[in-house]
């Protein structure tokens, strides 16, 4: 895709959906963490389920770790994983409160030292709560930019960097979202569809359905 097309295939994204936002329910930074902890691999239609009732009661690191492992367990055990997920964010709680005051760190490598936190997480809170500039790729995403032409990869950091490097400056901000929006509602992965692509004109993909 040449950076013509890129500037037009972001413009595109703003244009149908100017001010982007995450589908997972939270009122603080640390509600963000405990979401997007849940959120790999479970929906986040599944997440906020559970978060609705979580949130209510442990609203906050103190509170969670009030609540306790098999009171959290509880709340969360529809989602995939719920055990490890469990464990992770009662250690992530007890480390905020420890070493960062009961706060979410706006800092890379203080957010991936806590449990249950990688790269992509990291990225993702980096990015709704801070405002950074970060592309959290996840399967949705990964698959739009191999799919159109956007930014090959073999690899989901791969994927990450290249997006970083073509991503125009302004549209930075908002690419998380405007690409995940598009992998999980429209460039779908068994049926992409096309007809109603906002960026159908600039896409790449040799089977796109034609229109």
């Not at 100017?18 to 691999?41: F, G, I, K, T, W």
């Not at 969360?76 to 964010?89: C, D, E, P, Q, V």
């Not at 956007?150 to 994927?159: H, I, S, Y």
Request: charged share 20%; with cysteine.
């Amino acid at each position: 895709m040449t950076p013509a097309a890129r500037q037009h295939f972001y413009a595109a994204l703003r244009d149908a959906n100017p001010e982007p936002r995450s589908e997972l329910n939270y009122r603080s930074d640390y509600q963000l963490l405990v979401a997007v902890v849940l959120s790999a691999q479970a929906t986040d239609k599944s997440v906020n389920a559970a978060t609705a009732g979580l949130f209510r009661v442990a609203p906050d690191p103190a509170a969670m770790l009030k609540l306790g492992l098999a009171g959290l367990k509880r709340y969360i055990r529809t989602i995939g994983l719920f055990n490890s997920k469990a464990r992770h964010i009662i250690a992530a709680s007890q480390q905020l409160l420890e070493r960062h005051g009961g706060q979410v760190p706006a800092d890379r490598a203080a957010l991936e030292a806590l449990p249950g936190v990688g790269r992509k997480t990291a990225n993702v809170v980096l990015n709704a709560a801070f405002g950074e500039a970060t592309i959290a790729v996840d399967t949705h995403i990964f698959r739009v930019a191999n799919r159109t032409g956007l930014a090959p990869g073999r690899t989901p950091r791969a994927v990450e960097d290249r997006l970083l490097e073509v991503t125009p400056a302004t549209f930075r901000r908002n690419a998380h979202h405007w690409l995940l929006l598009l992998g999980r509602y429209v460039c779908k992965a068994r049926r992409p569809d096309c007809p109603r692509c906002p960026v159908y004109r600039w896409c790449g993909y040799a089977d796109k359905v034609r229109v």
